[in-house]
C-alpha cells in the first residue's frame, strides 16, 4: 500500500499512474523518481524536488517542517481533523492552547495572535479597564484574564489554556445528569459520548477498557494522567503522551516535584495490561502549584532559557525546577556547536508534558581553517595552524609523561586511536593532549593546550594485537571530562554508515592528510607536531608492493595509502588518523586510523619507501557510534547561562 500524505491507504500500483487517487493528490507527485524512493507509510512526503520525509504527526501543526512549505499547506490543512484540545488556525493547522496570545505567532499564518482575539487578554495599563474579571455567566481561568463561560467547566474539554476550567476539585463538586457520564476526575460528559474511540473526557476515562468491555492489545498499558507533583518519563517514546496505549513492558521512571517525595517504587513496567508494581506517589504539600512540567537536567548541549507566560509565576524561571502550565523553554546551540535534532522552543501542556523534544546540539566538526602538508619528509605544523582535531597521547613512565601515540578527537569526549597503541593499558596510565605542538607536557605548555585523564578504554571487541594480524586495529578513549570546543579544539566528522569519500579518493587519486610526532627522516622522533599528505591506493597494488611475510595485514579491515617515495607516517605515528575532505565541501572527515608499515632490514623503525596500512573507521561506524550515544553531550562551559538573572522567579 502506498500513504496519502493525509494519512488514508491506496494500492502502491495506483501510485503515478496519472490518475489523483489520494484526495491531496499525493500519489502523483515526486513521479519522476524511482518508485522505491518514496518516503515510509508512516511519514509524509514533501512536495519539495529531492525526497523530504517528515513525520506524520508534524504536518498541519503551525510549523513548516518541508523545505517547500507543503506540510502546512490550506489545501491540505482545511480538511485537517483538529483535536478538541487544540486551537485552531485560520488556514486550518492546529497548534496547542497554551500558545494563543503568548507573543508568538505559533500558526503559519500567525492567526493564534490575532489582535482582536488577544487584546482581551494581553491588555495593558487602561486598556484592562473592566476587563479585569470576568462577568457573572463566565468562569475565570487560574491564567490570567482569561474568562470561559460558565457552561464551559467541567464538561470534559479544556477551554482555560491551563485547563482549569477542568480542575478535579472543582469538577467532583459538580452533579451529572442522568443522560450524563462522569469522567474519572468529575467532569460530566453526554453518555453517547462514551467508548467513541475518541477521548472526551479530559483524561480519557470514558475510553475506559473496563467501561467500554473493551480489552487493550496483548500486554498493553495506558499511560496514567498528570497529577499535581509528579512526573514519569517514557522509555523509548519521548512523544507520547497521558491516555495513549503503550506497549507492553514499557517503562516509567517516577520522580516528585522539588520538596515533596516518593511514596512507591520509582519505576514501574507494563505487564499483562498492568503496571506492575503499583503506581506511586508522591506526598503534595500545601504550596504544589497544580500540574506542572518536569525540569530540564537533560545535558543536551544546548543553552536553555525558561519563562512562564502567564499566571503567579509569570517571567523568567529556573528550567532546573517544575514549570507550571505555558512556561516556554527556549534553546539555541552555543559557538562551535549546531543543530543535531529537537526543537528550539517548547511549551509546558496543560497534561504536565513537554510539547517537544528539546533541542539537542553537538560540536562543529570537521572545520578548520587552513591545512597544511608532515611526518617523514613532512612539514611543520605552524602556531597559527593547529590541527583542531588531533591529539597526542602521554603514558606515565618513570616519573614522567611521555608521548608514545597519536589519536583523533571525534566528539566531546572521545578520541579514536589505534588498538595497538592501548592493548592491555590502565587508563590510569594515559594522559590526552589538545592544542599542543610539542612532544612534552611541562610547565609552559602554551595557552590553548587541554589536557585530560582517561575513564575507560574501549578496544574493538574483534582486535587480538599481533596474533590477530592487527586486523580491527582500532580503539576509543573516552576522557574524564569534556573537551572545551573552540577554534583550537574541535571534533573532526565521522561518516559513520559508509565510506564513499574514501572509495572516490581511490577512484580519482586523491591525497588524505595525517598529522604526528612520530619518528622523521633523521630516524629521531620530532619535537613538534608535523604533517604529511598520503595518497590513497587498492589493497592488490598494496599486497603487490609488500614482501610475503607482511601481505597478510592487509585484509577487509584496513586500506593503504602513502607514496612510497621516503615520505610517509612512522613509528609514534600509530592511532592518528586519515583524514579527507568530503567531496564538494570543506568538511574534514577521518576515514583511517594508522596501524602498521613494514620495518627497514635490520632496523625497528618504519620504511618510508612502503605504504602504510590503515584501518578503515567506516567499518566500525555502528561500534563508534553506540558508544558514543551512551554519552550525554554537555555543551559550551556557560551552559547553563540564564537571562536575567536578577528577575527569576523562585
Not at 159 to 186: F, I, L, T, V
Not at 506 to 518: L, Q, T
Request: proline fraction near 5%.
Amino acid at each position: 500500500m502506498f500513504r496519502c500524505a493525509y494519512g488514508a491507504c491506496i494500492n502502491r500500483t495506483s501510485r503515478c499512474n496519472g490518475i489523483q487517487n489520494c484526495i491531496d493528490g499525493s500519489d502523483e507527485i515526486r513521479c519522476n523518481y524511482l518508485s522505491n524512493e518514496t518516503c515510509s507509510d508512516r511519514e509524509y512526503q514533501c512536495s519539495s524536488p529531492r525526497l523530504e520525509c517528515i513525520p506524520i504527526a508534524d504536518i498541519c501543526n503551525g510549523h513548516v517542517d518541508c523545505s517547500d512549505k507543503s506540510d502546512e499547506d490550506i489545501s491540505m490543512c482545511r480538511e485537517y481533523s483538529c483535536p478538541d484540545y487544540t486551537y485552531r488556525c485560520s488556514y486550518g493547522g492546529c497548534v496547542y492552547q497554551e500558545v494563543l496570545c503568548d507573543g508568538i505567532k505559533d500558526c503559519f499564518d500567525g492567526s493564534d495572535e490575532d489582535t482582536s482575539m488577544c487584546s482581551s487578554i494581553n491588555c495593558t495599563g487602561i486598556e484592562c479597564f473592566r476587563r479585569d474579571e470576568c462577568r457573572q455567566n463566565e468562569f475565570a481561568c487560574d491564567n490570567e484574564r482569561q474568562c470561559v463561560p460558565i457552561n464551559k467547566i467541567c464538561d470534559g474539554i479544556r477551554n482555560c489554556r491551563d485547563a482549569s476550567d477542568e480542575n478535579p476539585e472543582m469538577c467532583m463538586k459538580q452533579e451529572c445528569g442522568e443522560d450524563s457520564y462522569r469522567c474519572s476526575y468529575g467532569a460530566c460528559i453526554p453518555i453517547k459520548f462514551t467508548c467513541n474511540l475518541r477521548p472526551d473526557c479530559h483524561d480519557w476515562s470514558d475510553e475506559d477498557e473496563e467501561v467500554c468491555g473493551r480489552v487493550l492489545p496483548l500486554g498493553a498499558c495506558r499511560l496514567p494522567g498528570a497529577k499535581p507533583g509528579i512526573h514519569y518519563k517514557i522509555r523509548g517514546c519521548s512523544r507520547c503522551r497521558p491516555g495513549e496505549v503503550v506497549p507492553e513492558f514499557t517503562r516509567l521512571d517516577y520522580t516528585c516535584d522539588v520538596g515533596e517525595w516518593l511514596e512507591g517504587s520509582t519505576s514501574v513496567y507494563c505487564q499483562n495490561n498492568r503496571w506492575l508494581p503499583s503506581i506511586p506517589i508522591c506526598s503534595v504539600s500545601n504550596n504544589t502549584l497544580g500540574i506542572t512540567c518536569p525540569p530540564i537536567f537533560e545535558a543536551n548541549g544546548a543553552i536553555k532559557r525558561c519563562e512562564s507566560k502567564w499566571g503567579s509565576r509569570k517571567g523568567w524561571v529556573s528550567c532546573e525546577k517544575p514549570m507550571p502550565i505555558g512556561t516556554n523553554a527556549f534553546f539555541e546551540c552555543p559557538m562551535f556547536y549546531e543543530r543535531l535534532t529537537g526543537s528550539t522552543r517548547i511549551i509546558c501542556l496543560h497534561d504536565g508534558t513537554w510539547s517537544q523534544a528539546a533541542l539537542s546540539c553537538v560540536p562543529v566538526c570537521g572545520i578548520r581553517e587552513s591545512l597544511t602538508t608532515l611526518i617523514v619528509n613532512g612539514w611543520e605544523v605552524k602556531s597559527e595552524e593547529y590541527v583542531p582535531w588531533h591529539a597526542t597521547l602521554f603514558s606515565y613512565e618513570n616519573g614522567q609523561w611521555k608521548f608514545f601515540c597519536g589519536g583523533t578527537l571525534i566528539s566531546e569526549r572521545v578520541v579514536l586511536t589505534a588498538g595497538h597503541c592501548v592493548w592491555k593499558t590502565f587508563p590510569e596510565t594515559i594522559r590526552v593532549a589538545f592544542g599542543i605542538l610539542s612532544n612534552t607536557l611541562n610547565e609552559t605548555l602554551e595557552e590553548n593546550v587541554q589536557i585530560f585523564d582517561i575513564d575507560k578504554i574501549e578496544i574493538q571487541n574483534s582486535y587480538q594485537d599481533h596474533e590477530g594480524n592487527y586486523a580491527s586495529d582500532i580503539a576509543l578513549l573516552i576522557l574524564k571530562m569534556p573537551v572545551k570546543i573552540n577554534n583550537v579544539v574541535r571534533p573532526v566528522c565521522v561518516d559513520f554508515q559508509s565510506d564513499v569519500t574514501l572509495v572516490e579518493a581511490w577512484k580519482n587519486g586523491e591525497s588524505g592528510f595525517v598529522a604526528g610526532m612520530g619518528i622523521t627522516e633523521n630516524d629521531t622522533y620530532s619535537s613538534t607536531l608535523r604533517m604529511t599528505s598520503m595518497k590513497v591506493i587498492s589493497n592488490e597494488k598494496c599486497r603487490e608492493s609488500h614482501h610475503r611475510d607482511f601481505k597478510k595485514y592487509v585484509t577487509y579491515t584496513s586500506f593503504c595509502a602513502g607514496w612510497a617515495n621516503g615520505t610517509g607516517v612512522c613509528n609514534g605515528d600509530s592511532g592518528g588518523g586519515f583524514i579527507l575532505r568530503r567531496p564538494n565541501t570543506m568538511i574534514w572527515e577521518v576515514h583511517g586510523v594508522v596501524s602498521i608499515s613494514p620495518r627497514r632490514l635490520g632496523t625497528s623503525f618504519c620504511d618510508p619507501h612502503s605504504y602504510t596500512i590503515f584501518t578503515k573507521v567506516s567499518l566500525y561506524g555502528d561500534w563508534i557510534r553506540n558508544i558514543i550515544d551512551k554519552i550525554p553531550i554537555t555543551g559550551s562551559p556557560d551552559i547553563n547561562r540564564q537571562p536575567n538573572q536578577d528577575d527569576i522567579i523562585i
